[in-house]
């Protein structure tokens, strides 16, 4: 029958190009932001508190991840294509609410907007993508998701940079949003399809246990799924100290904004460009060690970036930092969707995406109070050591191997 239920890569290659292009632009919106904040902070408002300036990632980081939680359990009811697109009609608004900002607390509304439209649109795909693939490419497919996302963030990052650097710091970077963001609503709406069938076909067959309570199981209960939950935190934790701070510690060693841009944007490009291999990597081998190895290298960079000021070994300390996110990222993910019943997976996944996601706001609190308080360098270090502690708790209390049952 021509509407006959497949699962794999394979048989779905085109729908699942189309997502990856889909979060290449959801991924491009947040880096039109990951360069030149800190600056447009200082010179469009006047703040220089650096508890001032991360309150922008705090108010991404809260609604992104209540965001990422309610799409859990919004997608049995409405779907995840209709999702997908109404977080595409949150994003439109917020590059022209960036460019017209009459205060800093517009700017924090418009961090707001961003952190619901990312909760709901990288929600979205990376449901859709783990739907259509069924089991055996699960790690790949979140690879490539995560890959066409994060290689986004880190050439947006770029752009930006480069066009403030050139241009000024506003208006010309956040043109970048209105393209990104119109181009992917109208992607969803023409080409875009929900994949509930696909969810439905692979419940009937599938053998895991029905989680009790999928908030508790997911966040404390289960060993593997409460393992990777707090990963996924930490993770966050450490990725909001460096979109706020790592700026700030260039502009300390007297970096234009090109040479920020080009650090900042090694480090998430590393990470996209490291997951269209490391996904595949944790469908085949330990992802216990995959992850365990990924925190542990996060940890070990961020604690090495405050000594030194030379322009190539702070970008190798980026580009490390970079390769342990990718072995975790969709380590994350792939581990979650093999732990889960389909049916509960996009709720499971959503409780995931909820605690991590709280990590930017958790990160860029403790980050920015111990910098005013203590200075940079502290700050840095301690999110550098909660990094190592994270790696530990993996490998102490997350199962070698967990059942499928």
């Not at 959801?26 to 010179?43: C, D, K, N, Y």
């Not at 490009?269 to 085949?284: E, H, N, P, V, Y």
């Not at 990160?363 to 301690?382: C, R």
Request: charged fraction near 15%.
């Amino acid at each position: 029958m021509k509407d006959e239920v497949r699962l794999g890569l394979k048989e779905n290659w085109k729908q699942f190009v189309l997502l990856v292009i889909v979060n290449f632009f959801v991924g491009g919106m947040v880096g039109m932001e990951r360069t030149v904040f800190p600056q447009f902070a200082l010179q469009e408002f006047g703040i220089s508190s650096t508890s001032a300036i991360l309150s922008f990632i705090v108010s991404f980081g809260v609604s992104k991840a209540l965001a990422n939680y309610f799409s859990g359990l919004l997608t049995k009811k409405i779907g995840s294509k209709n999702l997908l697109f109404i977080g595409w009609l949150i994003a439109i608004p917020i590059p022209f609410i960036l460019i017209n900002a009459p205060s800093w607390n517009w700017v924090i509304f418009a961090n707001l907007l961003l952190g619901i439209s990312q909760g709901l649109t990288w929600s979205s795909t990376v449901v859709m993508k783990i739907d259509l693939v069924g089991e055996q490419n699960r790690g790949l497919a979140m690879g490539l998701n995560e890959f066409a996302g994060y290689i986004s963030v880190g050439v947006m990052a770029f752009f930006s940079g480069y066009i403030a650097n050139r241009y000024g710091i506003t208006p010309y970077p956040f043109y970048i949003g209105i393209v990104l963001s119109f181009t992917g609503l109208i992607l969803t709406i023409f080409w875009v399809k929900d994949t509930r069938r696909f969810v439905n076909k692979e419940n009937r067959t599938s053998n895991v246990a029905l989680l009790d309570q999928v908030f508790l199981e997911t966040t404390f209960k289960n060993k593997t799924l409460s393992s990777v939950t707090q990963a996924g935190l930490v993770n966050n934790l450490n990725d909001g100290m460096i979109w706020g701070l790592l700026p700030i510690l260039l502009i300390s060693f007297n970096y234009n904004q090109e040479n920020i841009g080009l650090v900042t944007a090694i480090y998430p490009a590393i990470w996209g460009i490291g997951q269209a291999f490391t996904g595949r990597l944790s469908d085949k081998y330990s992802k216990k060690a995959l992850l365990f190895w990924g925190m542990f290298l996060q940890g070990l960079a961020i604690l090495l970036l405050p000594t030194s000021d030379e322009l190539t070994v702070l970008a190798l300390f980026s580009a490390i930092l970079g390769l342990g996110t990718a072995l975790v990222y969709p380590t994350f993910l792939s581990t979650i969707a093999l732990a889960t019943k389909p049916e509960q997976r996009a709720e499971s996944i959503g409780v995931f995406r909820l605690w991590r996601d709280l990590g930017y706001a958790i990160g860029a609190v403790i980050s920015g109070f111990i910098a005013d308080i203590f200075g940079l360098e502290y700050a840095i270090i301690t999110i550098g050591i909660l990094t190592i502690a994270s790696s530990l708790i993996i490998k102490f209390r997350m199962p070698t191997d967990f059942p499928k049952k």
